[in-house]
């Protein structure tokens, strides 16, 4: 459990360091991303990018677990 907990954390940190680099791919920002902009505020649910980030994860741990 603490070795998954840090492989976690570690994973966190280096995908904010990268963030700038990741944003510039479109993440955030795909067809099915529902964004709803008020007066009163934004409301942003990310589907798509949801989705396909769940498929890469789901891939790569396939991957690793071989």
């Known amino acids: ?4 907990l ?7 940190l280096i995908i904010g360091l990268l963030w700038p680099w990741i944003s510039r791919l479109g993440l955030g920002r795909l067809p099915g991303d529902i964004i ?3 007066e009163g505020g934004t409301f942003y649910f990310p589907i798509m990018t949801s989705i ?3 498929l890469l994860l789901s891939v790569l741990f396939w991957l690793f677990r071989k």
């Not at 840090?6 to 966190?12: D, E, H, R, S, Y």
């Open 6 to 12: 840090i492989i976690v954390g570690l994973a966190v």
């Open 36 to 38: 709803i902009r008020r």
């Open 52 to 54: 396909l980030i769940s």
């Open 1 to 4: 459990m603490q070795r998954t």
